[in-house]
Nanobody, 125 residues
Framework: QVQLVESGGGLVQAGGSLRLSCAAS????????MAWFRQAPGKEREFVAA????????WYADSVKGRFTISRDNAKNTVYLQMNSLKPEDTAVYYC??????????????????WGQGTQVTVSS
């Protein structure tokens, strides 16, 4: 089992940057595929980015490709989401998620087993 705690959210102007962090408990972090999802008010939770266990493969939603970068540091049990060129439509609660049983790295929220509490990102125009 793993516990996830996100941090780094906040209020930023359009065009600005934020870096989200997700710290995981336990000594088996490197066994988990990790992902970021987000949920805006009145909308369903959507996939943002994912990274495999070794960190050498990443996937992105089309809406963030070229602006966001997911990375991980297995020695620090942490996954990051660097968000650049932020837009008002990026405003949402951002969640990190983990799973260790799937073949391949999933991009749907129902395939992730562990979730953080979320961190609010607000982008003003």
């Amino acid at each position: 089992q793993v516990q996830l705690v996100e941090s780094g959210g906040g209020l930023v102007q359009a065009g600005g940057s934020l870096r989200l962090s997700c710290a995981a408990s336990g000594r088996t972090f490197s066994r988990y595929d990790m992902a970021w999802f987000r949920q805006a008010p009145g909308k369903e939770r959507e996939f943002v980015a994912a990274i495999n266990r070794s960190g050498d493969n990443t996937w992105y939603a089309d809406s963030v490709k070229g602006r966001f970068t997911i990375s991980r540091d297995n020695a620090k049990n942490t996954v990051y989401l660097q968000m650049n060129s932020l837009k008002p439509e990026d405003t949402a609660v951002y969640y990190c998620a983990a799973e260790s049983h799937r073949i391949g790295v999933p991009r749907t929220d129902t395939e992730y087993d562990y979730w953080g509490q979320g961190t609010q990102v607000t982008v003003s125009s």
